[in-house]
């Protein structure tokens, strides 16, 4: 089973930037070799996936936040991370991280849900 948990949320004015962790870990994980993708889920809202990396350091993002995050991983340390900037009100959410198998999978990720890490956006 894997592990994850998340952090650097935090409260943050319109504009303002945020640096997001996510710390993998699991017996027999071989963090590399996986899709590591950030999620978010607004109260009221389905989760949705907001940026995807894969093994080889190719992303992708959702349209809403191209431009404005940047997706990176340390294989070394087992850690994804979300560099947050022109933070957003609707930004607001739980953000949350997992693995996944391929790309196409990114929908149905294999981790274990961590806490998330909350990330508010307001004045």
């Known amino acids: 089973q894997v592990q994850l948990v998340e952090s650097g949320g935090g409260l943050v004015q319109p504009g303002g930037s945020l640096r997001l962790s996510c710390a993998a870990s699991?017996?027999?994980?071989?963090?590399?070799?996986?899709?590591m993708s950030w999620y978010r889920q607004a109260p009221g809202k389905q989760r949705e996936v907001v940026a995807t990396?894969?093994?080889?350091?190719?992303?992708n993002y959702a349209d809403s936040v191209k431009g404005r995050f940047t997706i990176s991983r340390d294989n070394a340390k087992n850690t994804v991370y979300l560099q947050m900037n022109n933070l957003k009100p609707e930004d607001t959410a739980v953000y949350y991280c997992?693995?996944?198998?391929?790309?196409?999978?990114?929908?149905?990720?294999?981790?274990?849900w961590g806490q998330g890490t909350q990330v508010t956006v307001s004045s």
């Open positions: 997992n693995a996944a198998r391929s790309r196409a999978a990114t929908m149905d990720p294999f981790g274990s």
């Open positions: 699991g017996t027999i994980f071989s963090f590399s070799i996986y899709v």
């Open positions: 990396i894969t093994s080889g350091g190719s992303t």
